[in-house]
């Protein structure tokens, strides 16, 4: 009877490890793969069509991060937060109260920058702190005891914790720092129309060198209106303010969270490799994918069950090229989310509808909150096929065009 019991099992988890095959050769890593945009060569050419076109305008230098004007602009502009400081000063009144009366009547930008000068606070805003800004050479709201406490409260939660963390942690509202650098330029080009454009392309560095999403984003609408007031205000020189170099800095971005999100196993081409620096946009890709890849790494734990995949070699990849890219992007604060040990995902947890804590501690059954799907054989990489599929934005949409 023991024997029979025996036979039945070894048969049983034997079809369950093939049946487990089938499924990711069929399902899982087939989608895994087809996200790989990277491997696609329509998506390669124009991100890399994209690349080359930036690197010929040259539009924001390598940086050293040596120099951070966080405490600077702290003091001016204010957070969505008031863990460090949602106070608006009179200042960031007065400037929003421009704003939302000049955003009231639609205007094309051309017109808006007319009725910019004509409001009766244009004059009062005081922009003369942004002087001292040349002074810096990038702007890293990350250098503050509010994160450097946070950064070392979080490291030994799970990793869906820590995502909802950095979905959800205080940030500089940036929108503010470039309309304080669109009304610097606008004071000061009459008197120095060159100085005025060097200080705005400045202010715009300054907002690319944040490397995340939001900030590029904001930085991407300046080269917007770089164009707009190009045309409106003209200069010898600052030929990179065309909207063909706008639009391609704001897909780069994208582009480079869509292949840090889905690269798993990819082999980088020595022509993507040239462009991991700085100033081609690839921090915010890597501070974004570097998160998804943590999350994975929670269901690729090396494996001893028959025909269960080893991620092993694939996850090194990745960790030696985000490392190599922490210190490039002057990241090496978050070097904590690769270096940190696995910590249990409770199934309660990972099919929660949100990402609130007392969610997960209220929700699923009692077995549910103490089973780790990290350490479930087999289903633990369909489990992580399934989140990849609904947790990763399609970052790629930009170039979706031609693909």
Known sequence: MKKLSLIILSTTSLLMAITYRIFMDTKVLPVLRENQLVDNPNFEKRFLFDLNHLSEQNLFKDTTYRNNANAVIQKYIPWNSDEISREKTQQNKKLEKLFSDIDKKKLKFSDKVDEIEKHPLFKQIDTFWMSSL???????????????QKFEEIQNQNILQIINFFANHATPRFKYFLNYALIRFLQNQDENREKAYNDFKHSLKLLHSQGTLLSQAVAAVGLKYAVELKKKYPVKGYDYFTSQTSEAYQRVSWGWASIFTQDFGHKYSQEIKSFMTSRSGVCAGVSEGTLGAAMFEEFLRNSHWPLEHNFEKEKQQQVDIRRQLFNV????????????????????????????????????????????????PYLRRIIWGFINTIASPNFARVYEDDL
């Open 134 to 148: 040349d002074k810096y050479d990038h702007w890293d709201f990350f250098e503050n005891a509010y994160f450097t």
């Open 329 to 376: 992007c002057g990241m090496n604060q978050h070097e904590f989310l690769i270096d940190r040990k696995p910590s249990a995902i409770r199934l309660n947890e990972a099919f929660a509808s949100s990402q609130d804590k007392s969610e997960y501690n209220d929700s699923g059954s009692f077995l549910f909150k103490r089973i780790d799907v990290g350490r479930i």
